[in-house]
């Protein structure tokens, strides 16, 4: 078992010899061995070079990946992971804000049989109104949209196995979302509180604007959980609820006109129904070509519509075979 902590850097110069030095002594205690994998964001203020000399001094644990400009902070997170050698992987922030000396307990909450173990700052050290308060009502609605409850979404100290992090790919600021999918291929979640730090050097990146994306995320986040495998139910769905009381209605219109002799061409109720039923049908064919997209999807990549725990007597499911000659 190997434990890798993967970490964005964006512009953090003063907080990385210091986070080097507090990795160092956190995991010299742990019985796994550890490799940190650094991966700076494109930083403008000289934190290139802390980075390249952190590296130099301890060969051993630091590695560094530099990505060519400013991606975010959730692809910086997906390349370390795509770096990382680890069977353990721990997320964390490169300004202090997370404690090192979290991660030893992280690892060993894992260890009893969890998959993912997510962190909580539940004594945070940020500004109430811009932070904390945002941040309370986005994991109220994430934890009650996705399904997983849990009290800290935005913290990014969060240890996963390897397996629950393959097969997923990171975009805008899904990176928190990762133990909502990981939930979705049967991972075991749990939380624990974690200790959290005032920022002391450096600004945040992010302002209020974020809260807004995680709310766009989440619409995604909902789709891609819920009607990835079967996007008919809910384009099918949405547009069964449009052409059913439409038709039942112009029925009625029908009727109206031959029994009472009302107007039906010129009745705006007529308009509508007809206007319903076209967008129904409409929204069903999408559905039916989202379907065709799913399959491409799974059929070219060899993806499996599920995912194994543990076989007995067998030596490896057939898809991860596949998976590795590649
Ligand atoms: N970060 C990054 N790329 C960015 C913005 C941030 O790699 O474009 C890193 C940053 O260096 C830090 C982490 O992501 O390690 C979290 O950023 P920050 O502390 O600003 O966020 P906050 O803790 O205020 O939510
Ligand atoms: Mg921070």
Redo the contacts with the bound molecule.
């Keep these: 078992m190997k434990v890798s902590v993967v ?6 110069r003063e907080n990385l010899p210091l986070l080097a030095q507090a990795l160092q002594e956190a995991l010299a205690e742990c019985r796994y061995p550890w490799e940190a994998v650094l ?1 700076d ?1 494109g930083s403008t203020d000289g934190s290139v070079e802390v980075l390249e000399r952190l590296a130099e001094a301890d060969a051993e644990h630091i590695r560094v990946v530099f990505l060519r400009r ?1 991606f ?2 959730t692809a ?1 997170i997906a390349a370390g992971i795509d770096h990382a050698t680890g069977d353990i992987v721990v997320l964390m ?3 202090l ?1 997370n404690d090192p000396r979290d991660i030893p307990l992280l690892v060993a909450k894992l260890e009893e049989g969890y998959d993912v173990v997510s962190g909580w700052r539940k004594d945070r050290q ?1 500004d109430f109104l811009t ?1 904390v308060l945002p941040s309370r009502t986005a994991n109220a609605l994430i934890s009650w949209v996705t399904g997983v409850h849990l009290h800290d979404y ?1 913290c ?1 100290l969060k240890a996963y196995r390897r397996e629950v992090l393959e097969g997923f790919r990171l975009y805008g600021e899904m990176h928190r979302f990762i133990p909502a999918y990981a939930a979705s291929v049967g991972a075991r979640i749990t939380e624990m509180p974690v200790r959290h730090h005032p ?1 002391k050097f450096g ?4 302002g209020l604007m974020r809260t807004l994306k995680v709310i766009l995320d989440l619409f995604t986040v909902k789709f891609l959980l819920s009607y990835f495998h079967k996007p008919i139910y809910l384009f099918g769905g949405v547009g069964l609820a449009l052409v059913l009381p439409s038709t039942l209605l112009l029925v009625f219109l029908i009727i109206r006109r031959m029994v009472w002799g009302v107007a039906l061409f010129t009745s705006p109720l007529f308009q509508l129904s007809l206007m319903f039923i076209i967008l129904g049908f409409q929204s069903i064919l999408m559905g039916l070509i989202a379907e065709l997209l799913v399959r491409t999807y799974h059929e070219a990549q060899g993806k499996p519509t599920y995912t194994v725990r543990r076989v007995l007597n067998l030596k490896q499911e057939r898809f991860s075979q596949a998976r590795s000659r590649q």
Excluded: L, M
Aim: proline share 4%; charged share 35%; aromatic share 8%.
């Design positions: 970490i964005p850097v964006y512009n953090e991966v964001d400013n975010g902070q910086a922030d490169a300004d804000q940020d932070r935005g990014t920022r600004r945040s990146k992010y």
